[in-house]
Every structure is written in structure tokens, then in C-alpha cells.
């Protein structure tokens, strides 16, 4: 059995009223848990990166359970595409913050607990001030800006850093704590991918449950670090495939020359990796807003829309007059294009037609424009009436 992170002087000035007593017997009554586990679940605060797919059962479970105080990062809104796996939010919650719909459903299971909004994307700029004030951080991000952010303002904090991460029926859980032995993110992937290797955020899919029972598990791990029970994963990655039904251990190891953790590191600073997932912009693409596209239009200026996407999603959503090219199509299909023309290439949200811009440049083409934010922003802001997806 190993110890409680939470500091002792903290739980010795927390105790349970009666009515907690009452709400948590099926904890008390377990000699490993009893009214002294109660207590620094009371006494633990815990940061919920994210109040999406993970996010959702994470803090679900962790207000269930007691944790004294449940702070909560995100900076998006509920959107219907949301809800086949984010249940914290409802369909009644679309168009609203995230977090106003996260405090209402966390207060409606445990009105007793703190919960701490920050309406906010993690940043350079905020991440240590926010992580500096909790015990566990239970890492829900989709996406690699922010995982790589988040491990290492944990690392400099020496917070225990609760992973999870989900792509399609697959998904994988640990605990990053090198202060307790084992190794971080970057002992395992020292430098993020390079951002064309990485399937987009929103075109891999995920199956519904899958977050759910990665999130779940993400709570228990946060609950038996604050309760110090068990065997904490930290120094294995379990990783579980929902079409075969197996989980499987992977030893992950302390990598002494990791980059942040390891004995002499080089990264000492939070780092901002925002070109992923379209959230940043890379100079050598020249780009227009969905706002300047719709002006374009509207003037009848002279221009082909290539639409880089898959066909099936082409099938789901599409801007009047697209032609299709999927970005695997681009290089051998380039010669039905004509040089001379002006292109304005778009995608789901930015990332692919990014990469069909560049190779475009590299064939010659001088007039070919990235359209930011994808016909995700064209349906946002533009048209409401093609489907978000
Ligand atoms: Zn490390």
C-alpha cells in the first residue's frame, strides 16, 4: 500500500458531516477506503483537462465519489456531434459553454463539492498557474498541443498526470508521475509527431463508449492515488481494444534522458504546439476565412473550391460548387488542374488542405489558398445549413 498524495495537515482539517456519511457508506463501510479515504477524497482537488469524452465520465465519477474539489478546463461549447459520447452534457445543453453545462449536471449528482471553472484553452501562458493549485490532473485532451503541454507542467509541478487516450475502438491509459517512479509522456514520445502525420482531431472517429470506459479509468486511478490504495499505473500503459475485448499491459519505463524529466533536461518551459489540429497557422500557406470565401462568391470572382476530403464525407457535407480531390488523389490528379487558375482548397477543418496547398506549391501552382477552419467553419459561420459533423 503506498501513501496518499493529498498533505496530511489537510486531511486532519477536513471531516464529514453527517449527511456525508450517509451519502458515502458504500465507501466507509470498505476497511481499505473507510471515513480516513472519505476524508482526502474531501480534501483532494482534482483538474479535469477537457469536459468532453473523457472528461465527461472522469468527472461524473470523481463528483460521485466525493473529491472535495473538481476543477474543470475547457474553452469549447456543446454541440450535437458531442453528445454520442460526452455525457456529462444533454441535448437541452446545446450551444451552451461546456463548463456552465458540466457545474449544473456535477451539482445535480453531488451538491457538496467545489467545482472550479477555467473557461480557457490550456496555454504557455496559464497552464502552471492552473495546475499549480491541484493534486491530480486527469488529462482528457484530444489532442497532442495540449497532452505535450499538459505533461510537462506536471512534470515541473510534480503532479501526477493521469492519461488516456482514444482512437476509434482502441484506447490506453496511465499515470505520468516521475516524481513517483516512472516515466512521463516524453520519456515514452520525446517530440510530438510532425502535425501531417497525425489523423485530424475530428476525422478519426471514436467509438461512443470507448471514452467512457478510458475516463472511468482515469477516476479510478485519481481516486486510488488520493486515497493511496493499490497499485497505481504508474511505470505501465494498459491498453484496451473494445473488437477483441482485450486489455493489454505495456511496461513503460523513466527515460533518463528524457527531455523534460530526465536528468538533464532541455525543455524547463511550457511550450505552445499549436500548429496541430488546425489551431495555428503555418506561414508557407497562404490561407483566406470562410468569410473571405463567401465574399469571393458573391462577387462572382474567378476561382476553383477543391474539396480534399474522403468521398463518404463529401456524402455528408459538402460547400455548393466543391469539386472532390481526396488529398491522397492530389499529386497524380494535379494535371487536371490548371496552373494559371486560382484554387482555394479546403477540408473538414484545415489540416489536410493545408498539406494539398503545400503540394500544390511544390508542382508550381503560384495562386492556391488554404481555407482556415474548413467547411466546419463554413457551416459555423457561413452556412448553418450544411451538416457539422
Ligand atoms: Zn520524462
Aim: with cysteine; glycine share 8%; net charge negative.
Amino acid at each position: 500500500m503506498h501513501k496518499s498524495i493529498i498533505p496530511e495537515k489537510r486531511i486532519s482539517d477536513t471531516s464529514l458531516t453527517k449527511e456525508e456519511l450517509q451519502r458515502y457508506s458504500r465507501h466507509l463501510i470498505m476497511p481499505e477506503v473507510t471515513a480516513e479515504g472519505q476524508k482526502r477524497l474531501k480534501a483532494a482537488r482534482v483538474l479535469c483537462i477537457g469536459a468532453g469524452g473523457l472528461g465527461s465520465p472522469a468527472a461524473l465519477y470523481l463528483a460521485a465519489a466525493g473529491v472535495g474539489t473538481l476543477g474543470l478546463v475547457d474553452f469549447d461549447r456543446v454541440d450535437l456531434t458531442n453528445l454520442q459520447r460526452q455525457i456529462l452534457h444533454g441535448t437541452k445543453d446545446i450551444g451552451r459553454s461546456k463548463l456552465q453545462s458540466a457545474r449544473d449536471r456535477l451539482r445535480d449528482i453531488n451538491p457538496d463539492i467545489a467545482i472550479e471553472l477555467h473557461e480557457c484553452r490550456l496555454s504557455s501562458e496559464n497552464a502552471q498557474r492552473i495546475v499549480a493549485d491541484y493534486d491530480v490532473i486527469v488529462d482528457g485532451s484530444d489532442n497532442f498541443a495540449t497532452r505535450y503541454l499538459s505533461n510537462d507542467v506536471c512534470v515541473f509541478a510534480g503532479k501526477p498526470n493521469v492519461y488516456g487516450s482514444v482512437f476509434r475502438f482502441e484506447g490506453q491509459t496511465t499515470v505520468f508521475a516521475p516524481q513517483l517512479g516512472g516515466p512521463c509522456y516524453r520519456c515514452l514520445f520525446p517530440e510530438p509527431p510532425p502535425p501531417e502525420s497525425v489523423p485530424n482531431c475530428a476525422q478519426a472517429g471514436v467509438l461512443g463508449v470507448l471514452p467512457g470506459i478510458i475516463g472511468m479509468l482515469q477516476a479510478i486511478e485519481a481516486i486510488k492515488l488520493i486515497v493511496g490504495i493499490g497499485e497505481p499505473l504508474i511505470g505501465r500503459l494498459l491498453h484496451f481494444d473494445a473488437l477483441k475485448v482485450t486489455f493489454r499491459e505495456l511496461k513503460v519505463r523513466r527515460d533518463p534522458e528524457c527531455p523534460v524529466c530526465g536528468e538533464n533536461p532541455t525543455i524547463v518551459a511550457p511550450i505552445d504546439y499549436d500548429q496541430f489540429c488546425g489551431a495555428g497557422k503555418d506561414e508557407s500557406v497562404p490561407a483566406i476565412s470562410v468569410q473571405e470565401l463567401k465574399g469571393k462568391m458573391d462577387a462572382r470572382d474567378a476561382f476553383e473550391l477543391i474539396d480534399v476530403r474522403e468521398p463518404f464525407e463529401f456524402e455528408i457535407a459538402r460547400i455548393d460548387g466543391a469539386k472532390l480531390i481526396p488529398l491522397g488523389e492530389i499529386s497524380e490528379r494535379a494535371d487536371e488542374l490548371h496552373r494559371e487558375q486560382t484554387f482555394i482548397i479546403h477540408c473538414h477543418s484545415g489540416v489536410r488542405s493545408a498539406q494539398a496547398v503545400q503540394l500544390l506549391k511544390k508542382r508550381g501552382f503560384a495562386n492556391v489558398f488554404n481555407l482556415e477552419g474548413g467547411i466546419d467553419a463554413w457551416s459555423e459561420f457561413i452556412d448553418p445549413a450544411v451538416p457539422k459533423y
